[in-house]
């Protein structure tokens, strides 16, 4: 069983910048994705990255000021976030994917994002 702890959040002004991580306890072989929910909604997704050619999926929402990235040596994801807004205040979470993009592992506690307005 893979074990995934997610970093990196906190509060930062609207415009601002922050850089998640994905730590995963062991090699990851798979396709991984970041998750996001904000109180009283349903988790969403953010970003996907495909193990196999490295290519990369954005919900409309985040596309051109998030980036997702891998270092494999790391066994770490990390999801690129610029020109936050209000609306990207959440929990973030990251999860290995199938190969449709369905969340296939036990989901960890999250890091809290909060953008300021």
């Known amino acids: 069983q893979v074990h995934l702890e997610e970093s990196g959040g906190g509060l930062v002004q609207a415009g601002g910048s922050l850089r998640l991580s994905c730590a995963a306890s062991g090699r990851t072989f798979s396709n991984m994705g970041w998750f996001r929910q904000a109180p009283g909604k349903e988790r969403e997704f953010v970003a996907r990255?495909?193990?196999?050619?490295?290519?990369?999926t954005y919900a409309e929402s985040v596309k051109g000021r998030f980036t997702i990235s891998r270092d494999n040596a790391k066994n770490t994801v990390y999801l690129q976030m610029n020109s936050l807004k209000p609306e990207d205040t959440a929990l973030y979470y990251c999860?290995?994917?199938?190969?449709?993009?369905?969340?296939?592992?036990?989901w960890g506690p999250g890091t809290q994002v909060t953008v300021s307005s």
């Open positions: 990255l495909l193990y196999s050619g490295g290519s990369t």
């Open positions: 999860n290995r994917l199938n190969s449709v993009g369905v969340p296939i592992g036990s």
